[in-house]
């Protein structure tokens, strides 16, 4: 068994000092797998991550617990119906009725048909190579999936000197507290699974992973591409993938849609990067923080009228900036941005040298947004907000369902 922990030395005549140890809990592969995934009881919203809209219904992630489905016929008057329970759930993408959503190691195929009562199809094993503490999941291959960690106040005594230190046992870190073409939902700009082209693309680690799902109750892996380090947000445009990653933009052309071809890079100082894209432009959030390294708070508005030769041409300060999303269906191109504790801003972008913040709600913390058809659908610690835009100056609450606190 391992652990983490940090500690502080407290100066008494044994100089004893505490730290707090975290120890994973697992669950053995054979356990993990018999667990039902099942439609419950709705349940409140407690630590969401990623936002999916398809047909009439938004769902919802809650990370490493399952789906919060909900009946978004009236976004002023969004009903939950259920939660889709799914061990190790982070990411997910919809194709006709057919969901794929990860289960720590594994790849799940689920038929909505009937959305009140979704089914497992098939479950395709290993299909993710998730680590002790890597991104999303947490599985050892002695051991199985981490499901939970338990928390332990340990005294030591101890020769010690200087201030605080970083005790650890092993070599682990802290727990990460962080036929035809059918209809395709609408993801978030932090989405890890995109379809394009009956394909479906996922993010294994740094790689990108494309199946075919031509037959969409049986995807076919088709190849895997090594895309560099600090991968982690997949956006689908025309026939391309835009990839977001910690030191930049990569773009990769999908003609053989099974056979991802790299086009160009548009490079950055090392920071957090989701990315959406709209005609010419490509619009990229970049966040500091603790895995972003000392990354810069900025939006970049790239041109990519030349997909070889993407070029900046502009940039806007940002306080702490998550996801984005951009709708152009109007004269003049709206951009919503989660600027963290700053709230939401919304900017006019139809001239990209010349951005103008429109609106603004600084009384929530968005992580992430889907514009559609005038309604904003925005997911963050508060809750999923959803709001009218169709005057993006004078944005109009419409509903919230809050998290638990």
């Not at 500690?7 to 809990?25: G, L, M």
């Amino acid at each position: 068994m391992f652990s983490f922990a940090i500690s502080s030395c407290v100066y008494e005549d044994d100089c004893s000092y505490t730290y707090i140890s975290y120890e994973p809990i697992f669950m053995s592969y054979d356990d993990f797998r018999n667990t039902p995934v099942e439609l419950q009881e709705p349940r409140p919203l407690k630590e969401v991550g990623k936002i999916y809209f398809y047909n009439k219904y938004v769902f919802v992630n809650e990370v490493n617990k399952g789906i919060h489905i909900i009946n978004n016929s009236n976004p002023a008057a969004p009903v939950q119906i259920g939660f889709l329970n799914i061990l190790g759930n982070v990411d997910m993408a919809i194709s006709g009725n057919i969901l794929y959503a990860d289960s720590y190691t594994d790849l799940l195929v689920i038929d909505l048909a009937v959305v009140t009562n979704p089914k497992v199809v098939q479950r395709i094993n290993n299909t993710f190579d998730k680590q002790v503490f890597g991104n999303n999941g947490y599985a050892d291959p002695n051991y199985g999936v981490i499901v939970d960690w338990l928390e332990k106040e340990v005294v030591v005594s101890n020769d010690c000197s200087g201030g605080d230190i970083l005790y650890h046992d092993g070599d682990n870190f802290a727990p990460n507290q962080g036929a035809g073409n059918p209809t395709v939902g609408v993801a978030g700009s932090l989405a890890r699974f995109a379809i394009s082209q009956n394909h479906l693309y996922t993010l294994n680690g740094d790689n990108l992973k494309s199946y075919s799902i031509t037959n969409p109750i049986s995807p076919q892996e088709k190849n895997e591409v090594e895309l560099g380090w600090g991968i982690e947000t997949l956006f689908p445009y025309q026939n391309n993938l835009f990839i977001g990653s910690q030191r930049g933009m990569h773009i990769y052309n999908l003609d053989a849609p099974s056979q991802p071809q790299f086009v160009s890079t548009y490079e950055h100082i090392t920071s957090c990067d989701p990315v959406v894209v709209s005609e010419t432009t490509a619009y990229v959030t970049l966040r500091n923080g603790t895995n972003c390294r000392n990354g810069v708070n900025e939006l970049h508005l790239i041109d990519i009228s030349d997909l070889e030769n993407p070029s900046l041409i502009n940039t806007q300060p940002m306080t702490n900036p998550y996801g984005l999303g951009v709708d152009s269906k109007y004269t003049n191109k709206t951009l919503f941005v989660c600027d963290g504790d700053a709230g939401l801003k919304v900017l006019n972008v139809t001239n990209p040298l010349e951005l103008e913040q429109i609106a603004e709600d600084n009384s929530i913390n968005g992580y992430d947004v889907i514009a559609h058809n005038d309604i904003l659908m925005m997911i963050g610690k508060d809750g999923l907000y959803q709001y009218n835009y169709q005057d993006p100056q004078n944005l109009e609450l419409l509903s919230i369902i809050p998290t638990e606190k």
